[in-house]
């Protein structure tokens, strides 16, 4: 399963904060930045258990970052 959001961060050091918050917190997922897309993407993986897409948004804006999904 994955998750594609997109996000308002500009640079690798903001997106090494923000990964390492989601790895803490949420450690069964993958995540990984994709700075170089026009929605500068984090995208969401899991192997197996539902992605709690909720959290995620949470976790990230309380590092004043903007988030959301992207729809299929």
């Known amino acids: 399963m994955v998750e594609i959001f997109k996000t308002n961060v500009k640079n690798k050091k903001r997106a090494g904060e923000v990964l390492k918050t989601l790895g803490m917190h949420l450690p069964a997922y993958l995540f990984n930045f994709d700075l170089d897309d026009c929605d ?25 970052i903007e988030i959301s999904l992207l729809k299929d």
């Open 40 to 64: 500068r993407i984090l995208r969401v993986k899991s192997s197996g258990c539902p992605i709690e897409i909720t959290r995620i948004i949470k976790l990230v804006e309380e590092h004043c």
